[in-house]
């Protein structure tokens, strides 16, 4: 990875193990930074802030990171570059039309210190989290992915016109047709997790987590009938109210949502568990293994707790990449590569 111009750092490289990588470095010397670069690769966009402007060095006008991706028979190049004019990615040198191509490069999930959210938050968080684990078992999802959100956005733009029905019904067809289908690829790989996610809360928690998936309209009702109820609502208030896009991830313990019932630490395990299920779930013959980004894991979680996350990764096909304060944090094992860094330079030990 070369990263220019990215927060603290005005120029890193860094070549990262097959497995494990450890980056260490007192606070504030561009460590987050450096895992948020190799996050923006896979996801064309960071887990810390949605203002671009942030990313930037201060005094520059723009950052890149620029990547590539070696997996047996096959090395890809990628690159994310960010400047006031909004992010552009390029995958093997031509421009990406959507954002979510680079999950299939570079399928990158991260444990940091705000984890918790994806428990705590709306059901937006929730529906990336399920879309990232679909988009690699159902290649084909990205696709259909992508024009589902293309044609609500012209629904809902027709809406806001307050164009009449007829004209507004013309997207409803493949609407629906994406959208069941996308339904049902998210129910398909939610019977799957469900096994795993409760299996690992219980590992991590001592508690079985439930998680359920609500296709975002009634119950009993298809697509197309939901979307004929709602006509009313929507065209008053200028948007599409159901499908996919309206979906939910209700996570449950003992029947009730877990949301206000339990610690800050507990939804940090549980997020844990949720995300760690989704690296077990990886298709084991996609081209490229997942990265899972660490962001100092000593200070989040209790021994305990540490050591049967550890025990639940190691082992797996994965590539860790995790940052600590101190040099010579071991629970991981030896790692295959090192890297320092201060004041925002880094360098191999
Ligand atoms: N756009 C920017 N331009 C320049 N510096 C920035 C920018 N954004 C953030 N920084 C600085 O980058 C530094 C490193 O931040 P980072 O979060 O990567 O540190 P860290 O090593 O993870 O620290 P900690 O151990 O406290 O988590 C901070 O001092 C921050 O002020
Ligand atoms: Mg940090």
Request: net charge positive; proline share 5%.
């Amino acid at each position: 990875m070369q990263v220019t111009d990215f927060r603290c750092l005005p120029i890193a490289e860094l070549e990262f193990d097959p497995r494990f990588t450890l980056i260490s470095g007192p606070n504030a010397s561009g460590k987050t930074t450096l895992l948020e670069a190799v996050y923006i690769l896979g996801r064309g966009r960071s887990f810390r802030t949605r203002r671009l402007e942030h990313l930037i060095r201060r005094g520059a006008d723009r950052f890149v990171v620029f990547g590539e991706v070696d997996s047996p028979g096959r090395r890809m190049t990628m690159g994310v570059e960010g400047s006031v004019a909004g992010t552009r990615a390029k995958i093997d040198g031509a421009f990406a039309t959507s954002l979510a191509e680079l999950t299939l490069v570079l399928p990158v999930q991260i444990i940091d210190p705000e984890v918790h959210k994806l428990v705590e938050e709306g059901p937006s968080r929730r529906r990336r989290y399920l879309d990232w684990g679909v988009f690699h078992v159902e290649p084909d999802f990205v696709a259909q992915w992508q024009r589902y959100h293309q044609v609500l956005k012209q629904r809902n733009a027709a809406l806001k016109a307050r164009q009449p029905r007829a004209l507004v019904a013309i997207w409803d067809e493949e609407l629906v047709s994406v959208g069941e289908s996308l339904t049902a690829a998210r129910s398909r790989y939610v019977a799957n997790l469900a096994d795993e996610v409760r299996r690992l809360s219980m590992t991590l928690l001592g508690q079985e987590l439930e998680i359920q998936y609500r296709c975002g309209w009634a119950r009993g009702l298809s697509l197309a009938q939901a979307l004929k109820q709602s006509w009313v609502t929507d065209s008053e208030r200028g948007l599409t109210h159901v499908g996919p896009q309206r979906a939910e991830l209700t996570l449950l313990m003992g029947g009730a949502p877990v949301k206000d019932r339990i610690s800050r630490g507990q939804q940090k395990l549980l997020a844990a568990a949720l995300l760690i299920a989704q690296i077990r779930l990886f298709p084991p013959d996609f081209p490229v293994r997942p990265s899972l980004l660490l962001d100092d894991p000593a200070a989040e979680l209790d021994n305990d707790s540490l050591a049967s996350l550890i025990n639940e990764v190691s082992g797996r096909a994965v590539q860790l990449i995790v940052t600590t304060l101190q040099q010579d944090f071991s629970v991981f094992g030896s790692p295959g590569r090192r890297f320092g860094v201060l004041a925002g330079g880094v360098r191999p030990l």
